[in-house]
């Protein structure tokens, strides 16, 4: 378990963690998720005593990660994949890392046919692609086959079958009892991959839970209604005081009511229904939600192909 209490960080005038609490909890997959500039990199890094926090504190398994006798067995972490001297090989460098804590060479071997560098073991780490140094990152963070991970964007740079394959061990390792916390820019691949997530913003706790409450706090409790008499059932849902919207012939959307209700009116009514939806966000969806105040850096507008600009010898 990961326990987090009131943590500030602060770098000059910028506070990057500001009075920052949550737990993460064994036996689940722990999405961290927040727009850039949110703090959840040094949030990490002030987890794994790699940075001190101005107040609060943190516990990995009830003891601070200074305290911990064998880090490397307890606690795994990939916060930087390339941070990994370039000169060695892949083999040589978590061999290095094994020495330290009395890890024997089968485990150095297993793991690199695990994370699939067996034909790369070799050869020096400088020459790695992005994917091959998250591989890597990934076999270093299991080396000591820690009961906690930390993991920082870890399928940054794998192609679509090495993203399949982390997620599903990720999946693999959470219900073997451990605590997996894993920070992602990647909307779609967590909402698949965690069972929970802690959202945060300008260092800030915006919210927390499982994966399907926060995406209900930001879902507006529509529900699509398709029949052959909407406009009977709308003027007796306006009537009631929901909010009705005709989104095309035979076909609304309904907002201040559940299914169940807007079904007992039309039963009542004697109206048909073909189709009785309760609209749900996505987590992206959600996640821009109740992100929105909290987003540092703001992109401009997009130029539209009349904007664009023209190049020599282009038409338009």
């Known amino acids: ?6 943590l500030v960080k602060r770098y000059g005038a910028k506070t990057a963690v500001d009075d920052l609490s949550f737990v993460v909890r064994p036996g689940v997959v722990t999405g961290f998720l927040g727009p ?42 990939l ?83 090495g993203i399949l394959w982390i997620r599903n061990l990720l999946k693999a390792l959470a219900a073997q009892g451990r605590t997996v916390f894993v920070s992602s820019h990647l909307m779609s691949e967590m909402a698949v991959t965690a069972s929970e997530v802690i959202v945060v913003g300008r260092g800030r706790l915006i919210t927390s839970g499982t994966v399907s409450e926060v995406i209900g706090r930001a879902t507006s409790g529509a529900v699509l209604v398709r029949t052959e ?15 009705v919207e005709h989104v095309s012939p035979g076909t609304l959307i309904v907002q201040g009511a559940d299914s169940a209700t807007i079904g007992r009116l039309a039963a009542r009514e004697a109206i048909a229904l073909i189709e009785l939806t309760p609209q749900q966000a996505t987590l992206e969806e959600a996640f821009m939600e109740i992100t929105r105040e909290a987003v540092e850096f703001h992109g401009g507008t997009p130029p539209t192909a009349v904007d664009a600009p023209v190049t020599v010898g282009e038409s338009r």
């Open 1 to 6: 378990m990961i326990e987090a209490s009131g």
């Open 36 to 77: 850039n500039g949110s703090g959840k990199s040094t949030t990490m890094r002030l987890l794994l005593g790699l940075d001190r926090p101005d107040a609060g504190g943190s516990t990995i398994n009830g003891h601070a990660y200074r305290d911990l006798p064998a880090p490397l067995c307890e606690v795994g972490a």
């Open 79 to 161: 916060l930087e994949a390339r941070a990994v001297h370039t000169g060695r090989s892949a083999r040589s460098h978590l061999l290095a890392m094994a020495a330290t804590h009395g890890i024997g060479r089968r485990r150095v071997d297993e793991l690199i046919g695990m994370v699939g560098l067996e034909d790369v073991a070799g050869k020096r780490v400088g020459g790695f692609s992005l994917g091959m140094g998250q591989r890597l990152g990934i076999a270093a963070a299991l080396l000591g086959d820690p009961q906690v991970l930390l993991l920082d964007e870890p399928v940054n740079g794998l192609d679509p079958e």
């Open 229 to 243: 008499e909407a406009d009977r059932l709308a003027d007796l849902l306006t009537a009631s005081g929901q909010h």
